[in-house]
């Protein structure tokens, strides 16, 4: 029956000794990270908060990892192989496995203090061999919030060293109680690429009849990961058939997050590799029956299980002896056989002293008793000279045996010195490696920022070298096609002719001093083009919007109908004298007549002034539209401002070259005016004059184009 599988999903490198464990529990191991740990991005915040690490009341280190790369960089910074710690700094971990790195670094109580939850120094240290239940037991944040002294770190800086993401929980609560909380990573977290043989070793243990598996999930980013990659590499069928398989967590939170992603079966395990260990053992005994034990040292020899006791052939006794002989023959028989199954190697000759005993236990026929009591005493003597010869043999063997035993546990010993004098000679080549492939970077960095100004660079000089490269010809096209385009945008916009065939005749001035043929056919259609500019009557557009706004100005001073008033007496006063200097010349010149008694001089006076009086009560004027007189001051006023409004959108539509529009806004104001106001006052026929000389002088004119002299230099680029 094959063995029960445990995949263990802690990152490369990191779970030596727990699948050592396991292996030597009798299960399989498959090693199969869920996560990858490598330097931060950018340490620089790292070694800047190290720099100052004496300014810290209190240093939290989340992990193992972060306590490896921060020493490693703290002892970049004091530029020394090995990182020194200052004493008065206190260190606070979250778990056993964060105080052994700490002790592995010469970082340990009583020369430092070290803050760690209930029980994690206890089991770090290897004083509590039993396995802790998984709920007595608590190595997290919370745990060690437990065991801090927030009161004391208000108002101090606290710096915690932790990786890429993960929660801020211990942080937020520090800067609750008053703490100045930093928090740096030293570690980035990523999702690894296991290899091909990994996933279909996976797949060999979803097949149905596989032997039993579970996974050891020993963080909540490793579940999440291991459900996306999950979902990519594996199908619907077999991602179905992992989510059904037994998983294992050291804490509950990483349980919930399995149990939200659909993972079903979750057990629970104590803090630590001890937990893990016996939660594993528990579910093969509870799964997959007993794990068998592993392989037995050679030196010690496999139990014999004991032989049947066999029949003694000798020669049946006489009637009268006793009983208690044959007895005590089986007796001597099976105590032999046990205490040879308990030796490594029978003594030799002893199958043949059995022999010998059994046939000396049945005395001769016709002997007395005491003849049968000589031989009893002589094979009791043989029993207790065998007795003492198994029991030399036992204890030869067994001081044997510890000997051996002690040069294993010396040469383990000796291996386990050289092993971890290795393994610090690859962590400082690793450091010096690690230092190397940054310094590596840095260059690689600043070779590609000079690739990249240099690429530049040379972008600007191809740039320059065209430029240079084009001839006097290209220069002469790009000038020509500046002053055509710039032609017809002056004429399409504003209407005005007069620049646009100065820009042209400019264009056909600058080919007439080139003097070239392949210029003609652009001469020739700049000439037609020119013709249709010059062809195009005259529009004093200008003249007609200052009339339009001179109207605009008189528009407040024209008198309305319903403006008529009586004349004051000093204007009849005014009208009076200006009668009397008037008829000076017919006075006169009837004085003589009057003298001579020849006219009626004083009659026609009398007649002046009585007309003259009536018409200053009395005018006369007859009005078409009744509607003109009954205008109110404030209807009068709106009147003036329409008729202004008219006239204004008249002139934006005549600068828009909107004939319609110009039109009939002119027309309605026209109306307007001769139908309210007196159109025979001097001001508003004058306006009137105004506004229709401006309607004369707009006349709409079709604008030519510039198409043709555009097309052929298009042409001649072409060629």
Not at 58 to 63: D, G, I, R, Y
Not at 118 to 131: I, K, P, S
Not at 595 to 612: H, K, M, Q, V
């Amino acid at each position: 029956m094959p063995r029960p599988t445990v995949v263990v999903t802690r990152p490369a490198g990191q779970s030596r000794q727990l699948t050592e464990a396991l292996q030597g529990a009798g299960l399989d191991v498959l090693s199969f990270p869920l996560l990858a740990i490598g330097p931060a991005a950018d340490d620089a915040p790292l070694r800047a908060a190290l720099a100052r690490l004496e300014t810290f009341a209190l240093v939290v280190f989340v992990s193992p990892n972060a306590i490896a790369f921060a020493l490693d960089a703290l002892a970049g910074v004091q530029g020394s192989a090995v990182a020194r710690w200052p004493a008065q700094v206190a260190v606070a971990v979250v778990g056993p496995a964060s105080v052994a790195a700490l002790a592995e670094r010469g970082i340990a109580a009583p020369a430092y203090r070290v803050i760690a939850p209930a029980g994690a120094n206890a089991n770090a240290a290897g004083h509590d061999d039993t396995v802790p239940d998984a709920e007595a037991l608590r190595f997290d944040s919370e745990a060690l919030w437990a065991q801090l002294d927030a009161a004391a770190l208000a108002g101090k800086p606290v710096l915690i060293i932790r990786g890429n993401g993960g929660r801020d929980w211990l942080g937020e609560r520090l800067r609750e109680a008053g703490a100045q909380v930093e928090a740096v990573e030293a570690y980035q977290r990523t999702l690894p690429e296991p290899t091909a043989m990994q996933w279909q070793a996976v797949r060999d243990n979803l097949r149905p009849g596989a032997a039993p598996h579970a996974w050891l999930l020993t963080s909540s980013e490793a579940v999440r990961n291991l459900d996306v990659m999950a979902r990519q590499h594996l199908s619907p069928q077999e991602d179905a058939s992992l989510r059904q398989v037994q998983c294992i967590a050291p804490h509950a939170r990483i349980a919930e997050q399995a149990l939200a992603l659909g993972f079903a079966h979750i057990q629970r395990a104590a803090p630590g590799d001890a937990g893990l260990l016996a939660a594993c053992l528990q579910w093969a005994d509870a799964y997959a029956g007993p794990a068998p034990a592993g392989p037995a040292p050679s030196s010690l020899p496999a139990p014999v299980a004991p032989a049947a006791a066999r029949p003694v052939e000798a020669t049946p006794p006489a009637a009268g002896a006793p009983a208690a002989v044959p007895a005590m023959s089986t007796k001597v028989e099976r105590v032999t056989q046990e205490t040879t199954s308990s030796s490594a190697t029978p003594p030799p000759g002893a199958a043949s002293v059995h022999t010998a005993q059994s046939a000396q236990a049945v005395p001769p026929q016709g002997a007395g008793h005491a003849g049968a009591a000589r031989p009893a005493a002589r094979r009791s003597a043989a029993l207790w000279a065998l007795v003492a010869v198994l029991v030399v043999a036992t204890a030869g063997g067994f001081w044997w045996l510890q000997q051996r035993v002690d040069h294993l546990t010396g040469e383990l010993a000796r291996r386990q010195q050289s092993n971890d004098a290795l393994v610090q000679e690859s962590r400082v080549l690793t450091r010096n490696a690690q230092d190397t492939v940054k310094e590596l970077q840095a260059k690689v960095g600043a070779l590609e920022n000079q690739v990249g100004e240099t690429r530049d660079k040379q972008v600007a000089l191809e740039q320059v070298y065209q430029d240079l490269m084009r001839n006097r010809d290209d220069w002469e096209i790009a000038e020509i096609q500046q002053l055509l385009t710039s032609a017809g945008q002056q004429l399409q916009l504003t209407g005005n002719v007069q620049v646009a065939l100065a820009a042209l005749q400019s264009a056909d001035a600058r080919l007439a001093r080139a003097d070239k043929p392949q210029y003609n056919l652009l001469r020739r259609a700049i000439a037609r083009d020119v013709a249709r500019m010059k062809a195009v009557p005259d529009t004093d557009l200008t003249g007609a919007a200052i009339k339009l706004d001179e109207a605009i100005n008189q528009v407040d001073a024209l008198p309305l109908l319903s403006s008529e008033r009586m004349l004051e007496r000093s204007e009849a006063n005014a009208r009076k004298g200006a009668a009397a200097n008037g008829g000076n010349g017919a006075q006169g010149a009837s004085a003589p007549a009057a003298a001579s008694g020849n006219g009626p001089g004083w009659i026609t006076r009398f007649w002046d002034y009585l007309r003259e009086e009536l018409a200053q009560v009395i005018r006369i004027r007859k009005v078409d539209d009744a509607e003109a007189l009954l205008l109110s001051g404030d209807q009068g006023w709106f009147l003036r401002e329409n008729v202004k409004l008219r006239l204004l959108n008249a002139r934006l539509a005549l600068l828009s070259r909107n004939e319609p529009v110009f039109r009939n806004d002119l027309a309605a104001a026209q109306a307007m005016i001769g139908r309210y106001f007196d159109t025979k006052s001097r001001r508003v026929q004058g306006v009137l004059t105004l506004l229709r000389q401006a309607q004369a002088g707009a006349v709409s004119v079709q604008l030519p184009t510039m198409a043709e002299s555009l097309g052929a230099l298009q042409a001649l680029k072409k060629e």
